[in-house]
């Protein structure tokens, strides 16, 4: 067992990753919790959503930054080496061409942090996603 020497907690496995401490209750705290130089970009990151989705309300939702509309729009997280933004089940969206060269899951694409942050796609995504939720209602 390993414990934390932060939190004490225990693990089975040396150096486990995890969250100490409190969650962040809103996106201003989660945004300043995060290294000084990734703040910037999920700020910007934010007001891309924003402007794509002003009715949308701001909450925490698995620890994440979420937009949410009636269901959630789109949330994202920042990583070490990304920023993970997650809109659902891709293949409902029809970015498969622009997606190439990103990592994906099923429901969410990374955006390195060493390369340009392609704030157009996200608006786009944040865009269709929008079309999604309203038609579904």
């Known amino acids: 067992m390993w414990q934390c020497p932060k939190c004490q907690r225990q693990f089975s496995r040396v150096g486990q990753s995890h969250y100490c401490g409190e969650p962040e209750t809103d996106i201003d705290?989660?945004?300043?919790?995060?290294?000084?130089?990734?703040?910037?970009?999920?700020t910007k990151l934010r007001e891309?959503?924003?402007?794509?989705?002003?009715?949308?309300?701001?909450?925490?939702?698995?620890?994440?930054?979420?937009?949410?509309?009636?269901?959630?729009?789109?949330?994202?997280a920042a990583f070490k080496k990304h920023i993970s933004i997650f809109p659902g089940d891709l293949e409902r969206l029809p970015f498969q061409q622009r997606l190439q060269g990103y990592r994906t899951t099923k429901g969410g694409i990374q955006l390195p942090l060493d390369q340009p942050i392609d704030y157009?796609?996200?608006?786009?995504?944040?865009?269709?996603?929008?079309?999604q939720t309203q038609t579904e209602q």
């Open 29 to 42: 705290e989660y945004i300043a919790a995060q290294p000084t130089d990734v703040q910037p970009i999920l």
């Open 48 to 76: 891309t959503i924003r402007a794509v989705a002003p009715d949308a309300s701001e909450r925490m939702s698995w620890r994440m930054p979420t937009f949410w509309q009636g269901q959630i729009i789109i949330q994202f």
């Open 120 to 131: 157009e796609l996200v608006a786009d995504i944040t865009r269709c996603r929008l079309a």
